[in-house]
Protein backbone atom coordinates (compact mmCIF):
# COMPACT_ATOMS: atom_id res chain seq x y z
CA UNK A 1 0.00 0.00 0.00
CA UNK A 2 1.18 3.79 -0.95
CA UNK A 3 1.54 6.20 1.64
CA UNK A 4 0.25 9.66 0.63
CA UNK A 5 2.63 12.33 0.60
CA UNK A 6 0.87 16.02 0.22
CA UNK A 7 3.63 16.81 -2.26
CA UNK A 8 2.29 14.52 -5.15
CA UNK A 9 -1.30 13.96 -6.43
CA UNK A 10 -2.56 11.25 -3.86
CA UNK A 11 -3.02 8.09 -5.47
CA UNK A 12 -2.14 6.99 -9.41
CA UNK A 13 -5.83 7.29 -9.60
CA UNK A 14 -5.93 5.95 -13.66
CA UNK A 15 -4.92 2.54 -12.11
CA UNK A 16 -8.21 0.69 -11.35
CA UNK A 17 -10.54 3.64 -11.02
CA UNK A 18 -14.15 2.04 -10.07
CA UNK A 19 -15.89 5.57 -11.07
CA UNK A 20 -16.46 9.16 -10.55
CA UNK A 21 -19.03 10.85 -8.64
CA UNK A 22 -19.79 14.28 -9.71
CA UNK A 23 -18.57 15.89 -12.58
CA UNK A 24 -15.14 17.45 -12.81
CA UNK A 25 -15.89 21.32 -12.82
CA UNK A 26 -12.61 23.11 -15.22
CA UNK A 27 -13.28 26.64 -12.98
CA UNK A 28 -12.79 24.89 -9.82
CA UNK A 29 -9.06 24.14 -8.79
CA UNK A 30 -9.79 20.85 -6.31
CA UNK A 31 -7.29 19.93 -3.52
CA UNK A 32 -7.31 16.32 -3.36
CA UNK A 33 -8.19 14.46 -0.16
CA UNK A 34 -7.27 10.72 0.08
CA UNK A 35 -9.33 8.71 2.14
CA UNK A 36 -10.45 4.95 2.78
CA UNK A 37 -13.48 2.60 2.42
CA UNK A 38 -14.05 -0.86 4.18
CA UNK A 39 -16.38 -3.40 3.07
CA UNK A 40 -16.54 -5.39 6.34
CA UNK A 41 -17.23 -9.12 5.92
CA UNK A 42 -17.82 -11.73 8.40
CA UNK A 43 -18.73 -14.70 6.55
CA UNK A 44 -20.85 -13.75 3.73
CA UNK A 45 -22.29 -10.48 6.03
CA UNK A 46 -20.82 -6.98 5.13
CA UNK A 47 -20.94 -4.07 7.88
CA UNK A 48 -23.73 -1.30 6.81
CA UNK A 49 -23.52 1.55 8.67
CA UNK A 50 -26.74 4.04 9.70
CA UNK A 51 -28.66 4.18 5.64
CA UNK A 52 -25.87 2.27 3.80
CA UNK A 53 -22.65 3.53 4.66
CA UNK A 54 -18.57 2.03 4.79
CA UNK A 55 -16.65 3.07 7.39
CA UNK A 56 -14.02 4.64 6.40
CA UNK A 57 -11.82 7.97 6.70
CA UNK A 58 -9.24 10.17 5.76
CA UNK A 59 -5.59 9.13 5.45
CA UNK A 60 -3.59 11.28 7.46
CA UNK A 61 0.28 12.71 6.22
CA UNK A 62 2.93 10.31 6.35
CA UNK A 63 -0.18 7.55 6.77
CA UNK A 64 0.29 4.16 5.02
CA UNK A 65 -3.51 3.21 3.70
CA UNK A 66 -3.28 0.31 5.39
CA UNK A 67 -2.64 2.01 8.89
CA UNK A 68 -5.59 4.26 7.68
CA UNK A 69 -7.99 1.06 7.75
CA UNK A 70 -6.83 -0.13 11.30
CA UNK A 71 -7.06 3.33 13.00
CA UNK A 72 -10.71 4.48 11.22
CA UNK A 73 -12.03 0.99 12.30
CA UNK A 74 -10.98 1.43 15.71
CA UNK A 75 -11.86 5.00 16.25
CA UNK A 76 -14.99 4.74 14.90
CA UNK A 77 -16.39 0.98 16.00
CA UNK A 78 -13.50 -0.62 18.06
CA UNK A 79 -13.33 -3.01 15.20
CA UNK A 80 -10.11 -5.48 14.54
CA UNK A 81 -9.97 -6.82 11.18
CA UNK A 82 -7.28 -8.96 9.23
CA UNK A 83 -6.86 -9.91 5.49
CA UNK A 84 -7.24 -6.34 3.99
CA UNK A 85 -7.24 -6.42 0.30
CA UNK A 86 -7.80 -2.93 -2.43
CA UNK A 87 -10.52 -3.20 -4.58
CA UNK A 88 -9.97 0.09 -6.62
CA UNK A 89 -10.36 3.90 -6.42
CA UNK A 90 -13.11 5.97 -6.90
CA UNK A 91 -13.12 9.89 -7.36
CA UNK A 92 -15.61 12.42 -5.76
CA UNK A 93 -15.81 15.71 -7.39
CA UNK A 94 -17.31 17.52 -4.13
CA UNK A 95 -17.97 21.21 -5.43
CA UNK A 96 -19.07 22.96 -2.42
CA UNK A 97 -16.22 22.22 -0.71
CA UNK A 98 -13.55 22.14 -3.89
CA UNK A 99 -11.96 18.89 -2.95
CA UNK A 100 -11.20 16.03 -4.63
CA UNK A 101 -11.73 12.80 -2.87
CA UNK A 102 -9.97 9.80 -4.11
CA UNK A 103 -11.25 6.81 -2.06
CA UNK A 104 -9.50 3.78 -1.95
CA UNK A 105 -11.68 0.77 -1.55
CA UNK A 106 -10.90 -2.47 0.23
CA UNK A 107 -12.04 -5.26 2.28
CA UNK A 108 -11.12 -6.63 5.17
CA UNK A 109 -12.03 -9.74 7.34
CA UNK A 110 -13.77 -8.58 10.66
CA UNK A 111 -11.64 -10.09 13.67
CA UNK A 112 -13.56 -8.78 16.84
CA UNK A 113 -14.84 -5.66 18.63
CA UNK A 114 -12.62 -4.87 21.24
CA UNK A 115 -14.52 -3.88 24.00
CA UNK A 116 -11.15 -2.31 25.91
CA UNK A 117 -11.78 0.16 23.05
CA UNK A 118 -14.52 3.06 23.43
CA UNK A 119 -15.50 4.43 19.91
CA UNK A 120 -17.19 7.07 19.10
CA UNK A 121 -16.38 9.84 20.95
CA UNK A 122 -17.29 13.13 21.11
CA UNK A 123 -15.13 13.62 18.04
CA UNK A 124 -15.89 10.99 16.05
CA UNK A 125 -19.76 10.94 14.80
CA UNK A 126 -22.57 8.17 16.00
CA UNK A 127 -22.64 5.46 13.62
CA UNK A 128 -25.44 2.62 13.64
CA UNK A 129 -24.72 -0.64 12.33
CA UNK A 130 -26.10 -3.82 11.32
CA UNK A 131 -24.67 -6.96 9.25
CA UNK A 132 -26.06 -7.59 5.90
CA UNK A 133 -26.32 -9.99 2.73
CA UNK A 134 -24.69 -8.00 -0.10
CA UNK A 135 -27.91 -8.12 -1.78
CA UNK A 136 -29.28 -6.87 0.93
CA UNK A 137 -26.97 -4.43 1.68
CA UNK A 138 -27.39 -2.67 -1.70
CA UNK A 139 -31.00 -2.15 -1.93
CA UNK A 140 -30.96 -0.37 1.24
CA UNK A 141 -28.19 1.82 -0.30
CA UNK A 142 -29.98 2.32 -3.83
CA UNK A 143 -33.30 3.47 -1.53
CA UNK A 144 -30.91 5.68 0.36
CA UNK A 145 -29.84 6.56 -2.49
CA UNK A 146 -33.20 7.50 -4.14
CA UNK A 147 -34.35 9.86 -1.38
CA UNK A 148 -31.46 11.87 -1.68
CA UNK A 149 -31.12 12.04 -5.48
CA UNK A 150 -34.77 13.71 -5.45
CA UNK A 151 -33.46 16.83 -2.87
CA UNK A 152 -32.44 19.27 -3.95
CA UNK A 153 -28.61 19.22 -3.45
CA UNK A 154 -27.79 22.98 -1.86
CA UNK A 155 -24.64 22.35 0.28
CA UNK A 156 -21.32 19.97 1.10
CA UNK A 157 -23.70 18.33 3.98
CA UNK A 158 -26.02 16.61 1.44
CA UNK A 159 -23.64 16.23 -0.76
CA UNK A 160 -21.50 13.92 0.34
CA UNK A 161 -24.09 12.06 2.22
CA UNK A 162 -25.54 11.21 -1.31
CA UNK A 163 -21.73 10.89 -2.68
CA UNK A 164 -20.84 8.34 0.15
CA UNK A 165 -23.49 6.35 -0.37
CA UNK A 166 -22.80 6.29 -4.03
CA UNK A 167 -19.48 5.21 -2.96
CA UNK A 168 -20.40 2.35 -0.92
CA UNK A 169 -22.65 1.22 -4.19
CA UNK A 170 -20.01 1.65 -6.33
CA UNK A 171 -17.50 -0.81 -4.33
CA UNK A 172 -20.28 -3.62 -3.37
CA UNK A 173 -20.70 -3.59 -7.03
CA UNK A 174 -17.17 -4.22 -7.39
CA UNK A 175 -16.93 -6.68 -4.95
CA UNK A 176 -16.42 -10.36 -6.80
Known amino acids: MGRYDRSESCY ?13 DPTIQYSDRPTVKVILQKGTDILILND ?32 SKAIGTIIQYRDFLEKRYVIKGFTADFVAFDKNIHPQDSGEAQFSYRWLQKG ?19 DDFLQGKLFNLKTSRELLLALQ
Open 136 to 154: VALKLIEDSINSYDTLAIR
Open 12 to 24: DTSVNTIAEIGKN
Open 52 to 83: GLLPGGGVDDGEADIQAIFRELEEELGVTVTN
